[in-house]
Antibody, heavy 121, light 111 residues
Framework: QVHLVQSGAEVKKPGASVKVSCEAS????????ISWVRQAPGQGLEWMGW????????NYPQKFQGRLTMTTDTSTNTAYMELRSLRPDDTAVYYC??????????????WGLGTLVTVSS | QSVLTQPPSVSAAAGQKVTISCSGS????????VSWYQQLPGTAPKLLLY???KRPSGIPDRFSGSKSGTSATLDITGLQTGDEANYYCGTWDSSLSPSWVFGGGTKLTVL
């Protein structure tokens, strides 16, 4: 059974950084990428980027470049997402998801349960 | 403003069929495969369909998908109250700044 287990909720002050972890099990970690997606309260899904686990190549949308870093630790099958210079509008549930690919399109499956990050002074 | 356009809400009676549309452009749906996600209240999203119409194991055949040109469609037949959820389409956008994009989501209400 494929599982992604995320770290617990965080409360941060504006300007601080947060690092969320996502531990994978049940599959070959290096064979699939990991994507991060966030969801602000009452809003839709927002893609934050992904990391290819076998070579650590990353792809971030322009919006997050400069303040987002995704990394992996293949010794523990864990992916990390660090967001810096936090603002109140970064308050959201942050999800990791395995990136699937069988030669045609990409998809995200499964998803972790999410990590609530609250940014407030 | 999402790159992919979905209706904010749809509704239909239990047992009936509903269609959720996802409209994009040549740089995303027009040249890439679409996946669909179901998010039940208070839970993480779950993959429903990938590669436009393929169902992961465990997804009932009441859920089906298609793609034509720059639009994709999710059909749900035999609606059940447990299908009440938000549904999102997603695909790769191959524009000058390539990225994964989601639709804004559609809230399904089963009457």
């Amino acid at each position: 059974q494929v599982h992604l287990v995320q770290s617990g909720a965080e409360v941060k002050k504006p300007g601080a950084s947060v690092k969320v972890s996502c531990e994978a099990s049940g599959y070959d970690f290096r064979s699939y990428g990991i994507s991060w997606v966030r969801q602000a309260p009452g809003q839709g899904l927002e893609w934050m980027g992904w990391i290819t686990t076998y070579n650590d190549n990353t792809n971030y949308p322009q919006k997050f470049q400069g303040r987002l870093t995704m990394t992996t630790d293949t010794s523990t099958n864990t992916a990390y997402m660090e967001l810096r210079s936090l603002r109140p509008d970064d308050t959201a549930v942050y999800y990791c998801a395995r990136r699937g690919f069988l030669g045609e399109g990409y998809w995200l499956d499964p998803w972790g349960l999410g990590t609530l990050v609250t940014v407030s002074s | 403003q999402s790159v992919l356009t979905q209706p904010p809400s749809v509704s239909a009676a239990a047992g009936q069929k509903v269609t959720i549309s996802c409209s994009g452009s040549n740089s995303n749906i027009g040249k890439n495969y679409v996946s669909w996600y179901q998010q039940l209240p208070g839970t993480a999203p779950k993959l429903l369909l990938y590669d436009n119409y393929k169902r992961p194991s465990g997804i009932p055949d009441r859920f089906s998908g298609s793609k034509s040109g720059t639009s994709a469609t999710l059909d749900i037949t035999g609606l059940q109250t447990g299908d009440e959820a938000n549904y999102y389409c997603g695909t790769w956008d191959s524009s000058l700044s390539p990225s994964w994009v989601f639709g804004g989501g559609t809230k399904l209400t089963v009457l």
